[in-house]
T-cell receptor, first 113, second 108 residues
């Protein structure tokens, strides 16, 4: 069974550039989550979707961050413009339904110089 | 007070030792509880769910104490491969909330 798929696995970009992270959830899962992890702040929930609809985006740090889920098998997290403080590992996770255990993708390691 | 609180450690134990982690949570209405494991530079992976009656999976035992609002994870006969960060996860009514993790190193 394919797990959660994320791309790219690594991204190095310069400050001011647009960054797009991609996620394919596990087939049949109705909830999708975007997290950010750093040493300083740990694992932070940025936004989550139920049935492709954004439910809670209170964790999105600022207007430079946006997320979409155009269909049940694809989501993007976009940062425009990127800043060095956005450097982190970004995880996508999916679950069968609200409150159920979540399964994580391998993450995208983002470095903004 | 944090919503989900864990001792960050590190816990350094010899191979074969028994080690236990506790985690406290703030919402008494919480319904689901999990332990995740995260290896260095990897994603968190589900270790086990925690049921009201307690549950065991091989060398791992998880327990829930609703009255005191804590969950625990016991690892018996620890192996070198158990070295990782263990994340306590609680559904606080909105979505899952992750603790900051307890770091375990099993020494040869």
């Amino acid at each position: 069974d394919a797990g959660v798929i994320q791309s790219p696995r690594h991204e190095v970009t310069e400050m001011g550039q647009e960054v797009t992270l991609r996620c394919k959830p596990i087939s049949g899962h109705n909830s999708l989550f975007w997290y950010r992890q750093t040493m300083m702040r740990g694992l932070e929930l940025l936004i989550y979707f139920n049935n492709n609809v954004p439910i809670d985006d209170s964790g999105m740090p600022e207007d430079r961050f946006s997320a979409k889920m155009p269909n049940a098998s694809f989501s993007t997290l976009k940062i425009q413009p990127s800043e060095p403080r956005d450097s982190a590992v970004y995880f996508c996770a999916s679950s069968l339904a609200h409150g159920h255990e979540q399964y994580f993708g391998p993450g995208t390691r983002l470095t903004v110089t | 007070r944090k919503e989900v609180e864990q001792d960050p450690g590190p816990f350094n134990v010899p191979e074969g030792a028994t080690v236990a982690f506790n985690c406290t949570y703030s919402n008494s209405a919480s319904q689901s509880f999990f332990w995740y494991r995260q290896d260095c530079r990897k994603e968190p992976k589900l270790l086990m769910s925690v049921y009201s009656s307690g549950n065991e999976d091989g060398r791992f035992t998880a327990q829930l104490n609703r009255a005191s609002q804590y969950i625990s994870l016991l690892i018996r006969d620890s192996k070198l491969s158990d070295s990782a960060t263990y994340l306590c996860v609680v559904n606080l009514g909105k979505e899952l909330t992750f603790g900051s993790g307890t770091q375990l190193t099993v020494l040869p």
